[in-house]
């Protein structure tokens, strides 16, 4: 798993999704984001073949664990597909078991609120998912959040030739930047979510883009991000629409859509 | 509090506790009871449940108070702290006295932090599950008086309660739905932090005062922390039908916009 991290990080060529789902030793991985304002799924790699059908017949269905874990934000956990009550997830059940899926385990990418994404893992025969595949998932699905926030999504896989170009380049709604080249950090102090939710009402925009807009007013000025977000929370730094910070201008065009936390109704 | 009186309390925590496990409970806010049960128990000034993330550090979960000062000085142990050494030995460290230089050799950022923020004794005991080690439960002092070994015992009992309620139900053979309960708790965390900023702006008050009306609300209906903040981000929730924190009176309910905040069009 680490060897899988650091060729992520590092924009590893090769299939992602083939090396996740040999280290985790999973019969499949998928990846799919959540793009534009209706945040409708969409996937970005997937192995082998049988993934990518999966992950299409849950979200066109709109149901299975996939949509629960992007709804709830929460890893929905079903190794064995035949224990899982049948009126659960009806229109899927049938066509995963002709398809030949025997479990299925889905992890959000996301930071709170913020969704990005979510990880399917397609279990093997044996109808389980042990300790360490369970971390090793959750510590893949932490990176990819890391990356995906990083706007690597469009630059690493979608144009470097590994042939996904056309599922990650296009309509992408979410964040788009070279700028970030490491995992976020800070973002272990409170601080930093509580500016997030400040900004997102200063704005009106969602909290994927404010935290976005936190993060490039601090590598802007060269701060540290906690140090930003201490002056949010203290308010002695306020955002609005004629910011001039310069960075925060650049990459919001495909983001500001009708959404804005409990609009009309503060 | 001694003898009797706390055996007495005791038995009513744990009681409570036992009572909040059956349902659908809401996990950061036993938590953070947990907490402040900690503190009336144990008579301390402080305490706080941290728990692993998904790249091995420690998150502050929940806390006998939410003023920023205490969350910071649970934040800085990410990195340092005897949190994160008796979260890598699995091991208690009880009665570590943050006046003294080897301390604060150890340790520096947090030392120093926490002795400004006037704490003179910390403790950190393991949130355990079988051979793994989730957490810790931290303990802060202002006054310098020694834990006993009963009141160690008593800190570590009530630190396996937070584990259990964190990874409770569930049986052996689903042992993987642990770390996927970790991720829930961690992920809720974070949310009542957004949360908090977006009332905080909305309320025009500080994100204590905003949590300290978002909390009573939730508990008077007896909605999950989580959930509801999730429903207020998702903009699917009135957020004027919680009455907001006192210091924000006069700019609160207005229908027009708040004088101190000209530039939000949100409202």
């Not at chain 1, 590092?10 to 990846?31: I, K, M, N, Q, S």
């Not at chain 1, 969704?115 to 090793?136: E, F, H, K, W, Y």
């Not at chain 2, 965390?189 to 949360?195: D, F, K, S, T």
């Not at chain 2, 009573?216 to 922390?225: D, F, M, N, V, W």
């Amino acid at each position: 798993m680490a060897d899988v991290l650091r060729s992520l990080r590092l924009g590893g060529r090769g299939d992602p999704a083939r090396a996740c789902a040999l280290a985790l030793g999973a019969e499949g991985v998928a990846l799919s984001l959540l793009v534009g304002n209706g945040r409708t799924a969409e996937p970005l790699w997937c192995h082998p073949e049988v993934s990518a059908r999966f992950e299409e017949l849950q979200f066109t269905l709109g149901e299975g664990p996939g949509p629960d874990a992007v709804r709830t934000g929460s890893p929905v956990m079903e190794p064995d597909l035949d224990r899982v009550r049948p009126d659960r997830w009806p229109a899927l059940l049938p066509p995963a078991r002709d398809l030949g899926v025997h479990g299925v385990c889905c992890f959000p990418l996301g930071i709170g609120a913020i969704r990005v994404g979510v990880l399917t893992v397609l279990c093997d025969g044996d109808r389980t998912m042990s300790v360490q595949q369970s971390a090793d998932a959750t510590a893949l699905a932490a990176a990819l959040t890391g990356a995906l926030l990083n706007g690597d999504g469009r630059g690493q896989w979608g144009e470097d030739g590994n042939g996904n170009g056309d599922r990650g380049g296009s309509g992408n709604g979410g964040p788009v930047l070279g700028l970030f080249l490491d995992r976020p950090t800070g973002l272990h102090r409170a601080a930093v979510h509580q500016a997030t939710g400040m900004i997102s009402v200063q704005l009106g925009v969602t909290m994927e883009e404010a935290l976005l807009r936190l993060r490039a007013r601090a590598y802007g000025s060269e701060r540290p991000l906690g140090e930003v977000a201490d002056d949010v929370v203290a308010r002695r730094l306020r955002f609005n629409d004629n910011d001039a910070s310069g960075n925060g201008d650049g990459f919001d065009d495909d983001m500001n859509g009708p959404y804005s936390p409990g609009d009309g109704k503060g | 509090m001694i003898g009797m009186a706390r055996e007495q309390r005791l038995a009513e925590i744990f009681v409570e506790v036992a009572d909040s496990l059956v349902e659908d409970f809401d996990v950061i806010d036993l938590l953070q009871r947990l907490s402040t049960r900690c503190v009336e128990l144990l008579d301390v000034s402080a305490a706080g449940i941290l728990l692993v993330d998904a790249h091995g550090e420690l998150q502050i979960i929940a806390a006998s108070d939410e003023h920023a000062r205490l969350l910071e000085l649970f934040a800085l142990q990410h990195d340092q702290g005897p949190c994160v050494e008796c979260y890598r030995t699995g091991t208690a460290r009880t009665n570590i006295d943050l006046t003294r230089p080897e301390t604060a050799a150890a340790w520096p950022h947090f030392a120093d932090r926490a002795r400004e923020t006037g704490y003179v004794t910390t403790h950190a005991l393991p949130l355990r599950l079988r051979n793994r080690v989730v957490g810790a439960l931290n303990l802060f002092q202002s006054a310098p008086h020694r834990l006993g070994d009963a009141d160690i015992a008593l800190a570590q009992a009530l630190a396996d309660v937070a584990t259990i309620a964190i990874l409770q139900q569930r049986t052996l053979e689903q042992s993987h739905i642990e770390n996927s309960q970790l991720a829930t708790a961690l992920t809720s965390r974070i949310l009542i932090e957004q949360v908090k900023g977006v009332l905080a702006e909305r309320w025009n008050t500080s994100v204590d005062d905003a949590f300290a009306a978002f909390r009573s609300y939730a508990r008077a209906h007896q909605l999950r922390l989580a959930d509801l903040a999730t429903r207020i981000i998702a903009g699917g929730f009135d957020t004027a039908s919680i009455p907001a924190p006192a210091s924000a009176a006069e700019t609160t309910p207005a229908p027009a916009p708040a004088p101190a905040a000209p530039e939000d069009h949100t409202r």
